[in-house]
C-alpha cells in the first residue's frame, strides 16, 4: 500500500475546510475542491480565518510563519478533474443527501486515478449505501471528523465488508500523521462512535422546543447547569451550522424529524441563519 501525501477535499463548508487544513497543517500536500469559483473564493477566507486559529492555538507545537506557508500551499479549485488527478486521498464532504453523494462518486469514479482511495465523512449514511458508485469498493472507507477537529480531533475510520485491510490501515496513518486520533470501528455503525451518542441528544433538544416545551435558552441553560457541560444542544446546533441538521432531518420521515426540518427552513435557512459560519443561528456571533 503506497503512503497517503497528497490529499483531495471535496467540499469546503465549515467541516470540509477543516479537514483540508488540518491535513495541510501536519505537511500533506493538499487540493481543496468546490462547485464555483464564488465558493472556491469563500474556502479562501475561511482558510484564512483558520491559520489565524491554528496560530493562536499553537497547534502541533505551531511556529512562526506557519500559518502563511500552510495557507499558500493549499490549493483550491473549482475543475473537479483537475483536483483528483494525482490524489493518494479524496475525502469527500459534500452535503448530506444521498443523491448528491452517489453523484460525486460517479463522478469521481471516471476522473481519479487507480491509486486513490476514496473516504466519505458522511456523518449518517453508511459507506456501504455508496460504494457500489465509486468502482472501487475495496478502496473505499468512511472517515469521519468531529467539528473543530484541531481540538477535537478525533477521527472515526469505518469500513466496508469490501474494504482492503491495507486501505484502512493506510487511513488509519494518514490520521494520526495529521494529528488526529484514529477512532477503529469494527463494523459499520450508523453514527458511528460519536453521532451514535451525540443524535438521539440533539434530537430530544429538538422535540423539546419543537413541541413547544422550553425554549433554546432554557434547554441549553438546563443541560449546561445540570451536567457541567460547556455548551447546550442549541450551541452544539450553531457550531455544526444549520444546514446539515435540516438535510437530515428532512430526509426522515418521522413527524418530529419533519416539524423540525420546516420549522428550522422556515425560521432560520430562509433567512440566512445558518450558524457560527454566518454569524447567526439560534444564537448571534
Do not use: C
Amino acid at each position: 500500500m503506497q503512503k497517503i501525501t497528497k490529499v483531495t477535499v471535496l467540499g469546503t463548508g465549515v467541516l470540509g475546510s477543516q479537514i483540508a487544513f488540518q491535513a495541510a497543517w501536519f505537511g500533506y500536500d493538499v487540493t481543496a475542491y468546490d462547485l464555483s469559483d464564488e465558493l472556491v473564493a469563500a474556502a479562501r477566507e475561511r482558510f484564512a480565518k483558520l491559520a489565524g486559529v491554528y496560530t493562536a492555538d499553537k497547534v502541533g507545537g505551531g511556529g512562526e510563519g506557519r500559518g502563511e506557508r500552510v495557507l499558500a500551499g493549499i490549493r483550491v479549485t473549482s475543475d473537479l478533474g483537475a483536483a483528483v488527478a494525482d490524489a493518494d486521498l479524496v475525502i469527500e464532504a459534500v452535503p448530506e443527501n444521498l443523491d448528491v453523494k452517489r453523484d460525486t462518486y460517479t463522478k469521481l469514479a471516471s476522473l481519479a486515478p487507480e491509486k486513490t482511495i476514496f473516504a466519505t465523512n458522511s456523518s449518517t449514511l453508511l459507506p456501504s449505501d455508496l460504494k457500489e458508485y465509486t468502482g472501487r469498493p475495496d478502496r473505499f472507507l468512511a472517515l469521519h471528523y468531529a467539528n473543530n477537529v484541531w481540538r477535537q480531533n478525533t477521527a472515526e475510520v469505518m469500513g466496508t465488508a469490501d474494504t482492503d485491510p491495507a486501505v484502512f490501515q493506510a487511513v488509519v496513518e494518514f490520521a494520526t500523521g495529521s494529528g488526529l486520533v484514529p477512532i477503529e470501528l469494527k463494523k459499520e455503525k450508523a453514527g458511528y462512535v460519536l453521532n451514535s451518542l451525540l443524535v438521539p441528544f440533539l434530537n430530544a433538544a429538538a422535540g423539546l422546543l419543537v413541541g413547544g416545551f422550553a425554549d433554546v435558552e432554557t434547554i441549553d441553560k438546563t443541560w449546561r447547569i445540570a451536567t457541567g457541560a460547556p455548551v447546550g444542544p442549541f450551541q452544539i446546533y450553531d457550531v455544526i451550522g444549520l444546514t446539515t441538521p435540516y438535510n437530515i432531518a428532512s430526509a426522515n420521515p418521522d413527524a418530529g424529524s419533519q416539524a423540525f426540518a420546516a420549522f428550522l427552513k422556515e425560521q432560520y435557512i430562509d433567512k440566512g441563519k445558518l450558524g457560527v459560519a454566518t454569524g447567526e443561528g439560534f444564537y448571534r456571533y
